[in-house]
T-cell receptor
Framework: KQEVTQIPAALSVPEGENLVLNCSFTDSAIYNLQWFRQDPGKGLTSLLLIQSSQREQTSGRLNASLDKSSGRSTLYIAASQPGDSATYLCAVLLPSSDMRFGAGTRLTVKP | DAGVTQSPTHLIKTRGQQVTLRCSPKSGHDTVSWYQQALGQGPQFIFQYYEEEERQRGNFPDRFSGHQFPNYSSELNVNALLLGDSALYLC?????????????FGSGTQLSVL
């Protein structure tokens, strides 16, 4: 059974710091991996999608990597800003079309 | 271009009642998936609809049912509500079920069961 784990559960950093969020999954049989952002009580916004054949994707200050063989992905945020404060979730798309989510990392960026 | 819209935004029900949640997908999208997100947890897949049929289903009881209409909008129905059904219910849409398609989520319906 596919399990997705995100570490740490919460992270607080000062503004301007670079940071890394971690995601691990137990079964490498995935179609893709997505990173989402969720603001309190809101829906999810897709940040980056990495196909199973890709190694990384970049968008602005965000860079996501995928190592399918080891079941790991990281989301790198450069020069963090208070507006980056949110919960970040990773999710893997399974062959059954089921998208399996981690519990998220709650990020706080302090001014 | 409207994104994914869900209604209502909040709902309060009592145990044993039935509830219907609604979702309109992003323009041009034909696939709708429903997720349940408990407080502090990641979303859990309930089911997915394509061409008005349920294509895939997660580990949810038959009390959870759905429907997709010809205009691709969708409903989620939950019967015999339990306290544990209290959660944020999210609808996501995409174009077909292609693996390179990003999911677009609505803002969700917050369901409270008392």
């Amino acid at each position: 059974k596919q399990e997705v784990t995100q570490i740490p559960a919460a992270l607080s950093v000062p503004e301007g710091e670079n940071l890394v969020l971690n995601c691990s999954f137990t079964d490498s049989a995935i179609y893709n991996l997505q990173w989402f952002r969720q603001d309190p009580g809101k829906g999810l916004t897709s940040l980056l999608l990495i196909q199973s054949s890709q190694r990384e994707q970049t968008s602005g200050r965000l860079n996501a990597s995928l190592d399918k063989s080891s079941g790991r992905s990281t989301l790198y945020i450069a020069a963090s800003q208070p507006g980056d404060s949110a919960t970040y979730l990773c999710a893997v798309l399974l062959p059954s079309s089921d998208m399996r989510f981690g519990a998220g990392t709650r990020l706080t960026v302090k001014p | 271009d409207a994104g994914v819209t869900q209604s209502p935004t909040h709902l309060i029900k009592t145990r044993g009642q039935q509830v219907t949640l609604r979702c309109s997908p992003k323009s041009g999208h034909d696939t709708v998936s429903w997720y349940q997100q408990a407080l502090g947890q990641g979303p859990q897949f309930i089911f997915q609809y394509y061409e008005e049929e349920e294509r895939q289903r997660g580990n949810f009881p038959d009390r959870f049912s759905g429907h997709q209409f010809p205009n691709y909008s969708s409903e989620l129905n939950v019967n015999a509500l339990l306290l544990g059904d209290s959660a944020l219910y999210l609808c996501a849409s995409s174009l077909t079920t292609g693996v390179d398609e990003k999911l677009f989520f609505g803002s969700g319906t917050q369901l409270s069961v008392l």
